[in-house]
């Protein structure tokens, strides 16, 4: 299988901070991405360290209608949401949230202070049916994600899907493999997709290397073709070795409505659901305390942090 595009992630400013800026391999490097909606890639940068109980570099804001994964190469994660969820957890690590009918939440500021901090925000589409399902969550240490020696000089983390015996902890409502693969310099992986994924994306976040007979580098994404009958494709390391993540899923091959943090088929669905954030009426389902405070949490549901 080879490459049929390649193209460079695109420098973005996800919060509006000119101060605050990601390399953004889907949308804005590729955009045919379906059912994978945003890969972000922030840092490494030094972390402000911690700024008090309720307060987080990325305040609260909503979702609805998609999966979102932040896994953190470097650094310390740190989360909170509408669920009553607030946790933290060391790198490499993930938290998750499939947020269905929607929830609120904020992150970051897990990390100390002159520390470097880095990973991805990714965002995955959701079939129509599964839009407004109740959200689920998850925090997963470091332990919990599936480490694999695929052979000499490659090391492979399972974030969602299957790879082998292994299972990836990120549970998607739709059918995808997502694998973070790290190559020793001269080192090389044959990758083979699933017969059901029809969209196969590979983001090169460190070292440079060859997809295919294709050369690759840092922050390139490629579009394998998956069009071909051919399911493998191999990825050679440079002499500084090479880390991607692999996206390869199901297309969904639904409309997409999307307007900032909230995904869904129709405007009219965006435009409902702005109406109930408007109202307060969002999200649906939610703790019945004050959330965003953590004075306010009944003790039985407050951790250490």
Known sequence: MKAKTIRPAKRTYPTGNPKFSVMQAFPSGISDSDPFLMCDHFGPTPSKGFLGDDEFPVGWHPHRGMDILTYMIEGRGRHADSMGNRESFASPGMQWISVGSGIEHAEGGGTPAGENEQGFQIWINVPAKHKM???????????????????????????????????????TKQDVQMVDYMLEPGAAIEHTLKDTHDNCLVYIYNGNGDIGDAAIVQHQVA???????????????????????????????????????????????????????????????????????????????????
């Open 223 to 305: 579009q394998m073709d998956c069009t071909s009958a051919e399911r493998t494709f191999t990825v050679r390391a440079g002499a500084a070795g090479i880390k991607f993540l692999i996206f390869a899923g199901k297309r969904i091959n639904e409309p997409v409505a999307w307007r900032g943090p909230f995904v869904m088929n129709t405007y009219d669905e965006i435009e409902r659901t702005m109406m109930e954030f408007r109202r307060g009426e969002f999200p649906p389902v939610r703790v019945p305390w004050d959330y965003q405070s953590l004075a306010a949490f009944p003790p039985e549901h407050r951790k250490e942090l």
């Open 133 to 171: 399902d109740p959200p689920a969550y998850g925090t997963e240490p470091p332990e919990n994600i599936p480490f694999v020696t695929v052979s000499t000089g490659v090391t492979a983390r399972i974030l969602a899907g299957q790879f082998g015996d292994a299972t990836g902890p990120f549970k």
